[in-house]
T-cell receptor, first 113, second 113 residues
Framework: GESVGLHLPTLSVQEGDNSIINCAYS??????FIWYKQESGKGPQFIID?????DKRQGQRVTVLLNKTVKHLSLQIAATQPGDSAVYFCAETPNFGNEKLTFGTGTRLTIIP | NAGVTQTPKFRVLKTGQSMTLLCAQDMNHEYMYWYRQDPGMGLRLIHYSVGEGTTAKGEVPDGYNVSRLKKQNFLLGLESAAPSQTSVYFC????????????FGQGTRLTVV
């Protein structure tokens, strides 16, 4: 079946460095992607999204890159801060506007002071 | 602003017992969702609602029932709890159907023994 997954379960980054979190998806019909951040003991928090007709989208300190050829999604966080420590996971849906998202399992990002 | 509030935060049930999880949102959102989060797995949609008085099945609806009698509340019921329902449950709400700006509650950790 179709699935959304992450390459690495854990990632440690020095404070101030940039971090890159990857996500692979298998559904070639995926149309819409979202990145979420989940801090310990809290619910997921929306970070940034991207449609399949785009390759790149930037937010505040975050950039999402979409490579449809290899079905790969990445989240780049610039100048990481201690508050960036969390689990990050991607989600996808084949139809923009579809409430049924498929979520990845997540990557735990740890910021080293 | 309270956002999305889940009650209770923790609960231990015996197999066969019943309980109701309450989700309340004060953002006047039309759409509400119940997810479960299990170790090593992404969030999975249990049930959702596109408006007051309406509910629909998600990916893993078996063993759960929901009701949306008031726009601000979305209840998740377990009629006869099973150990397989041990999980962390998240409620979310969104103004727009595409679930882009979904706001999540803090979660309910349920253990069924």
């Amino acid at each position: 079946g179709e699935s959304v997954g992450l390459h690495l379960p854990t990632l440690s980054v020095q404070e101030g460095d940039n971090s890159i979190i990857n996500c692979a998806y298998s559904n070639s019909a995926s149309d819409y992607f979202i990145w979420y951040k989940q801090e310990s003991g809290k619910g997921p928090q929306f970070i940034i999204d991207i449609r399949s007709n785009m390759d790149k989208r930037q937010g505040q300190r975050v950039t999402v890159l979409l490579n449809k050829t290899v079905k790969h999604l990445s989240l780049q966080i610039a100048a990481t801060q201690p508050g960036d420590s969390a689990v990050y996971f991607c989600a996808e849906t084949p139809n923009f506007g579809n409430e049924k998202l498929t979520f990845g399992t997540g990557t735990r990002l740890t910021i080293i002071p | 602003n309270a956002g999305v509030t889940q009650t209770p935060k923790f609960r231990v049930l015996k197999t066969g017992q019943s309980m109701t999880l309450l989700c309340a949102q004060d953002m006047n959102h039309e759409y509400m969702y119940w997810y479960r989060q299990d170790p090593g797995m992404g969030l999975r949609l249990i049930h959702y609602s596109v408006g007051e008085g309406t509910t629909a099945k998600g990916e893993v609806p078996d063993g759960y029932n929901v009701s949306r009698l008031k726009k601000q509340n979305f209840l998740l019921g377990l009629e006869s709890a099973a150990p397989s329902q041990t999980s962390v449950y998240f409620c979310a709400s969104s103004l727009l159907r595409r679930n882009t700006e979904a706001f999540f509650g803090q979660g309910t950790r349920l253990t069924v023994v």
